[in-house]
């Protein structure tokens, strides 16, 4: 019997990747949706006070960054 090969990466276009908005967050240095990520996708565009960004590529659309934020400023 054959092993079938699983392709792990997404398919384009049905595949969830949350995105923030940026009027809802408060670009707080103790980020709990940073800190809850299981991938590490949420990163900070700068020092500090800088912007929180989704990186695309690390995203896995598992929510937990939408239950998670007290400000309601992440989505798919």
Known sequence: MKKQ???NKKS???SKIAKIIESKCDRSPFCPVKRVCPTGAVERAGFFMGKV???DEKCI?????????????VSF
């Open 5 to 7: 090969k699983r392709n």
């Open 53 to 55: 960004v989704i990186n």
């Open 61 to 73: 659309g598992c929510g937990k960054c939408i239950q998670i934020c007290p400000h309601k400023a």
């Open 12 to 14: 384009s276009g049905k």
